[in-house]
């Protein structure tokens, strides 16, 4: 594909003999496009009315930033461009450079197939560039060509850092699921609050302006804690990307970290939104007990105490600390009166936020168990949390050699249908009395009681670094069945092993086979 921006001569003059610059800085300006305060209505531009509005110091222009020096070297350029668009000419699409950049960014996309969004005032959005399209991002101006420039760059190019922002109400995981996203991507998770103590502490510029905004009781700008966190994301622990939480908490905000990430080229790559349905909030938070010293955490459901009865309700003389046999207390927020109006405040907040972001964001059911939401962030983030292995082969192909090394290599069980039925069996699992049953009276076992005996055993503690099945599906239906299961948790099958084996070696290799019986030594006649 060869794109050529079209733009009239004398648009081009317009736009580039109005620009002027600051020699140290780079800072660049236009006469009529973005002016520097120095500069009054109705004045024409010289060394005089063109300052710097940060140093106050003299702009000048190019010397090729001319009339006539432009006009030769758009000779030069048509000149040379001309031959080369007629040799790609099947390939050539001419955009219409002349134009607001959101229509410009349109075209392009249409070009590309890349999709394109609206915003809410109708503006054309790259579907994978937040906020309400291109001229709001970049603080809108027709003339902002090179800030232009950048967009696209930034649409086309993939993006170097991973930068996320975690989204939940309270009680939603965050606390449990964002170190397993720092783990798994190596990136570190940033709050404001401990971004602004760090600041305060190390007297950066902004620091020393956020304390001294604190000791006299005010609330910290928006502008300080964007400057936070634009020093804090330089740092180098930040090189392959960052975690957002607690930030932003308003669209404003929202719209100053895109302004703020645009300056490197960057963007939010995604936004990860934890939902809960309050009533299982409300289970989770009311439900919590804690131990003063320790911070131990309890509940009354899912991690009671030993101190609390089976069925008893729980009080202060029935909760009571493992280690220390110390009474536990309830944080004066974690009751259902309190939780109502922190969840309407997150709901308020959140929404908002959501919406701006809605091209890269996430919802993400949070109501199940810990592991089942685990693997659920995971998938999103493409990193599949467990090694789904399937090995097929026929037989005498050798998988009882290989499967063991498979096991010592990757720290994870080979599971075979035979050896899960009859341990469901062997433990009266609900799934293996139904199994039992049927096997008693001489009839198959059904796929779906197959299928739940697996989706039980895979979660148990030795499967979660991941599994490999062996002898299991054993039909497209049984594949299809177990594609269902997995997605249940945001997986997946990783990878199939099949061992390929010519006919004729496989019936060399078992028909010559020789067996002790009550010892199984096996034997080979060649």
């Not at 607001?100 to 005032?121: N, R, T």
Request: hydrophobic share 40%.
């Amino acid at each position: 594909k060869v794109i050529q921006l079209d733009v009239p001569d004398a648009v081009l003059e317009e736009r580039i003999c109005g620009r002027w610059i600051h020699k140290d800085s780079g800072r660049s300006y236009h006469v009529k496009f973005a002016p520097p305060k120095s500069l009054k209505e109705g004045e024409t531009p010289s060394a005089e009315n063109m300052k710097d509005d940060e140093t106050g110091e003299a702009l000048y222009q190019r010397a090729d930033d001319t009339s006539e020096a432009l006009k030769a070297r758009l000779e030069g350029y048509h000149k040379q461009t001309v031959p080369i668009l007629a040799h790609y000419k099947a390939v050539v699409d001419v955009v219409n450079g002349d134009r607001p950049q959101g229509a410009i960014w349109e075209q392009v996309a249409g070009v590309l197939d890349i999709a394109v969004a609206k915003g809410p005032s109708g503006t054309p959005k790259p579907d994978m560039l937040p906020g309400e399209g291109l001229e709001k991002v970049l603080g809108g101006g027709g003339g902002s060509g090179l800030r232009g420039v950048r967009a696209l760059r930034n649409s086309l190019a993939s993006q170097a850092r991973s930068i996320l922002i975690l989204f939940g109400p309270p009680g939603a995981g965050k606390g449990t699921i964002a170190p397993k996203i720092v783990s798994g991507l190596g990136i570190p998770q940033l709050s404001t609050g401990d971004m602004l103590r760090a600041a305060v502490k190390a007297g950066t510029e902004v620091g020393k302006q956020a304390d001294e905004v604190m000791k006299s009781g005010g609330l910290v700008s928006d502008e300080i804690v964007v400057g936070i966190i634009k020093d804090r994301i330089k740092e180098e622990d930040c090189a392959k990307g960052f975690i957002l939480d607690g930030f932003p908490r308003t669209v404003p905000q929202a719209e100053m970290l895109d302004k703020c990430l645009f300056e490197t080229g960057e963007m939010v790559s995604k936004v990860i939104q934890l939902d809960v349905p309050d009533a299982v909030l409300e289970e989770r938070i009311c439900g919590r007990w804690i131990h003063k010293d320790s911070g131990r955490s309890y509940h009354v459901k899912f991690a009671p105490p030993k101190s609390l009865p089976a069925g008893a309700g729980p009080c202060e003389a029935n909760m009571r600390d493992d280690a220390t046999g110390e009474a536990l207390y309830q944080r004066a927020d974690d009751t259902a009166e309190a939780l109502e109006e922190r969840l309407r405040t997150y709901h308020e907040q959140t929404v908002p936020i959501l919406n701006h972001y809605s091209s890269v964001t996430n919802h993400l059911d949070a109501s199940g168990g810990r592991d089942e939401v685990m693997h659920v962030v995971m998938a999103a983030l493409g990193l599949q949390a467990r090694k789904v292995l399937v090995l097929f082969g026929p037989p005498g192909a050798g998988k009882g050699t290989v499967a063991p090394v498979l096991v010592e290599s990757l720290g994870i069980p080979q599971l075979s249908t035979g050896d899960m039925l009859r341990a469901a069996v062997g433990a009266g699992t609900e799934l293996g009395r139904q199994a039992e049953d049927l096997m008693k009276n001489g009839q198959l076992v059904p796929d779906e009681l197959v299928c739940g005996v697996v989706r039980d055993r895979i979660q148990e503690a030795d499967c979660d670094k991941g599994f490999i099945l062996d002898g299991f599906p054993r039909s497209v239906a049984q594949a299809e069945m177990l594609d269902a299961t997995l997605a249940e948790t945001g997986e997946k099958v990783s990878k199939v092993i099949q061992l390929d084996v010519p006919d004729a070696v496989l019936e060399e290799r078992i028909c010559g086979r020789w067996m002790h019986k009550a010892a199984g030594r096996s034997y080979h006649v060649k």
